[in-house]
């Protein structure tokens, strides 16, 4: 049974850079993609980007500007940093797993990580 | 990008009523459709892929059905485990965009 178990900060200044952590517990980590999304009222479910083994990435067009993502396959962790925070970023952060048949369908979640930014 | 909207965003329910939920594309994405269910202070889970296919585990009273930009998701009885919010997902495209959610209330 994979598990995703993700931690990172939870409370935000403006400005500054988000940074959140998702390990891999079980499973393969080299065959999928592994993904970051967020929720919040006001945007819904919105996708981050994805990242693979090799740290091929893609991200959302609309983050892009702000976002890496990283990969640590000695740990099978992966990693999500998004700068120059501000408070529209206040969220629930997911990490999920891409299918392997389907990449874009998210097949296993973490249980998130709600941060907010606040002066 | 791709914008999918549900219809509609809050149902009240009884159990073992027929449910029906619509998710409408603004722009073909043939059959790329999934159906997640969320409860409260939980990540998604996906039910239904591929428009039509149950999730292994899922409970054959979920289905889908619909291709191009008209889907919908149908609980055939509604269960007390599946008062919840309903989210569609396109997911060909790297905007995986979802639609805003339709909450299951109890009536």
């Known amino acids: 049974q994979v598990q995703l178990q993700q931690w990172g900060a939870g409370l935000l200044k403006p400005s500054e850079t988000l940074s959140l952590t998702c390990a891999v517990d079980?499973?393969?980590?080299?065959?999928?993609?592994w993904n970051w999304f967020r929720q919040s009222p006001g945007k819904g479910l919105e996708w981050i980007g994805e990242?693979?083994?090799?740290?091929?990435?893609n991200y959302s067009p609309s983050l892009e500007s702000r976002v890496t993502m990283s990969v640590d396959t000695s740990k099978n962790q992966f990693s999500l940093k998004l700068s120059s925070v501000s408070a529209a970023d206040t969220a629930v952060y997911y990490c999920a797993r891409g299918g392997y048949r389907y990449r874009g369908l998210m097949d296993v979640w973490g249980k998130g990580t709600t941060v907010t930014v606040s002066s | 990008d791709i914008q999918m909207t549900q219809s509609p965003s809050t149902l009240s329910a009884s159990i073992g009523d027929r449910v029906t939920i619509t998710c409408r594309a603004s722009q073909s994405i043939s059959d790329w459709l999934a159906w997640y269910q969320q409860k409260p202070g939980k990540a998604p889970k996906v039910l239904i892929y591929?428009?039509?296919r149950l999730e292994s585990g899922v409970p054959s009273r979920f289905s889908g059905s619909g291709s191009g930009t008209e889907f919908t998701l149908t609980i055939s009885s509604l269960q007390p485990d599946d008062f919840a919010t309903y989210y569609c997902q396109e997911f060909n495209s790297y905007s995986r965009t979802f639609g805003q959610g339709t909450k299951v209330e109890i009536k």
């Open positions: 079980g499973g393969s980590f080299s065959i999928y993609y």
């Open positions: 591929k428009a039509s």
């Open positions: 990242i693979n083994h090799s740290g091929s990435t």
